[in-house]
């Protein structure tokens, strides 16, 4: 169904150049690069770029309008809606399309496992009621602009909407809240991603609690039991292993390509081993049942399911088992990774390569040695290399390379054939380059 959103001078708090009050385009593009047919190009100004350089591009591409900064001079034959702030404007002009639609958003937000939940949601609510009407997070897109990014693609055609939001700093995700205005929510996981920029895991919590703010009145908030310390709302769903869990999971057991575990006694058997991502399974299943799908029904879909990106990753390459779950990585995420292993081996023709975990603070070094000396104790016949200064100040007797280019030359001498390698980092070490 072909896209159709209102752009009103009123909520984008603007004026257009020929005095209307209002047009209806395909789309806002961003990039002038791609095809702006039928679409209003809408310009941002970046640390290194500033979109207002490439409006002429982006009517050459077809687009049929334009936002710019009142600040910006020019001349064009298309109408141009003039902000105070074409950021501001285009998360206005999300949330006004947002509340144009009958599509229930579902708001994820959380320390890890964010994605992993938006595709297992996505997976289950897509086989139920068709992809035609599940709209989700493309990638990465979790930010500032890609949440208004997602909800621009929002059509009659979608029945839910499920939107990832992200966060490295303070007060982020109370605007993603306010351009969402998620009908339900969910928090993953609470930890310590990025706690050199909150202090504490309790400031974290209270940054990933901030997803409620501008929740619709009457939205649930699905969360881990032991995270429930953190909140007294009473509209909480929780999720865990504790009995006294709304959804208890309990783990039966896995292997290195699937594992088997119940939710609240029905049995599931899946293609994505670990109990971290068995717990992100149980978490969609409650908002699922929440949305009023018997549990019966969603439990078959799980075998369907695949998560996206470089998240257990596994490929087989040269006689080698790569397992990459490299997209990013804080101590709670090593952690259930190597336990995950400990599950079935001691170690024995496993090779682990851990890098640096990125934006850990002043206790950076010692929750590095933490997570080294787990390893070392959980899975003792395994061979371990590191990739990254921290990794290296940790554990001088690890094998250690300074960074991941320099590591896949070195090890593509040292692996040996049959063996399973596991990679996992923080993104800004970029892991996956040993593979290639």
Request: net charge neutral; aromatic share 8%.
């Amino acid at each position: 169904m072909q896209n159709k959103i209102k752009i009103s001078a009123k909520c984008a708090d603007g004026e257009w150049s020929n005095s209307q009050e209002f047009l209806f385009v395909q789309g806002i593009e961003t990039d002038s690069r791609k095809d702006c047919k039928g679409k209003m190009f809408l310009a941002l100004e970046g640390d290194k770029f500033d979109g207002h350089n490439f409006i002429d591009l982006a009517i050459k591409n077809g687009a049929v309008a334009i936002c710019a900064n009142k600040s910006h001079k020019g001349i064009y034959n298309v109408p141009i809606l003039y902000v105070k702030d074409s950021l501001e404007a285009y998360q206005n002009l999300a949330n006004a399309h947002r509340k144009s639609l009958s599509a229930q958003v579902i708001g994820i937000t959380g320390s890890c496992g964010k994605t992993s939940s938006k595709d297992i949601l996505k997976s289950i609510l897509s086989s139920i009621f068709g992809e035609n009407a599940i709209c989700a997070t493309i990638a990465n897109t979790n930010n500032h602009i890609g949440v208004p990014q997602n909800l621009l693609r929002l059509t009659k055609a979608h029945k839910y909407a499920i939107i990832e939001m992200g966060t490295n700093h303070p007060g982020e995700i109370e605007i993603l809240s306010k351009i969402a205005e998620p009908d339900i929510a969910m928090i993953s996981s609470i930890g310590h991603s990025h706690i050199e920029n909150f202090g504490t895991v309790e400031n974290i919590a209270k940054e990933k609690l901030s997803i409620m703010k501008y929740a619709n009145k009457n939205a649930k908030l699905f969360l881990p039991w032991n995270c429930k310390k953190y909140i007294s709302n009473e509209n909480i769903v929780t999720f865990g292993e504790d009995s006294h869990s709304d959804w208890k999971m309990e783990y039966i057991k896995s292997d290195i390509e699937s594992s088997e575990f119940k939710v609240n006694n029905h049995k599931a058997l899946w293609h994505i081993p670990g109990k971290h991502q068995a717990l992100n399974a149980t978490c969609a299943i409650a908002i699922c049942a929440e949305l009023g799908i018997d549990i019966d029904v969603i439990i078959p879909f799980l075998k369907n399911i695949e998560i996206s990106g470089m998240r257990m990753k596994i490929e087989t390459i040269n006689g080698i088992k790569w397992i990459n779950d490299a997209y990013n990585a804080n101590p709670e995420s090593m952690r259930a990774a190597i336990d995950w292993f400990a599950e079935f081996s001691n170690g024995e023709n496993i090779t682990m390569i851990l890098g640096d975990m990125l934006e850990l603070g002043e206790k950076s070094e010692e929750y590095h040695k933490e997570i080294l000396d787990y390893l070392q104790k959980k899975l003792p016949k395994s061979q371990i290399f590191t990739v990254g200064k921290m990794m290296r100040k940790a554990n001088q007797s690890i094998n250690n390379f300074i960074d991941s280019e320099l590591a896949g030359l070195e090890l593509k001498k040292l692996l040996k054939k049959n063996s399973i390698v596991f990679l996992k980092a923080s993104r800004g070490i970029k892991l996956e380059k040993i593979i290639k």
